[in-house]
Nanobody, 126 residues
Framework: QVQLVETGGGLVQTGGSLRLSCAASGRTDSSYLMGWFRQGQGKEREFVAAVSRSGGAKSYADSVKGRFTISRDNAKNTVYLQMNSLKPEDAAVYYC???????????????????WGQGTQVTVSS
């Protein structure tokens, strides 16, 4: 069992940056894929980014490529999402996720992920 707690959300102006953190507790060895999803108001939850167990493989939604960077520090049991050049359409609740399967594919389906955090709100003012 893994518990995930996100921090780092807040209010930022268009073009600004935020870094989200997700701290894992419980069974916190590096045997999980880690990811970020988001859910805007009135929208479905969508995939944002994922990182492999070692951190060597990363995947991004097209909407955030070149602006967001996912990383992980296995020694700290923490995954990060650096968000740059933020746009109003990036405003959402951002959720951290963990997945037991080591396969780095089929990342965008919510049903492929086993654990979820409670979410952190990101607001982008225009």
């Amino acid at each position: 069992q893994v518990q995930l707690v996100e921090t780092g959300g807040g209010l930022v102006q268009t073009g600004g940056s935020l870094r989200l953190s997700c701290a894992a507790s419980g069974r916190t060895d590096s045997s999980y894929l880690m990811g970020w999803f988001r859910q805007g108001q009135g929208k479905e939850r969508e995939f944002v980014a994922a990182v492999s167990r070692s951190g060597g493989a990363k995947s991004y939604a097209d909407s955030v490529k070149g602006r967001f960077t996912i990383s992980r520090d296995n020694a700290k049991n923490t995954v990060y999402l650096q968000m740059n050049s933020l746009k109003p359409e990036d405003a959402a609740v951002y959720y951290c996720s963990a997945r037991r399967s080591p396969l780095f594919r089929d990342l965008s389906g919510m049903d492929k992920w086993d654990y979820w955090g409670q979410g952190t709100q990101v607001t982008v003012s225009s």
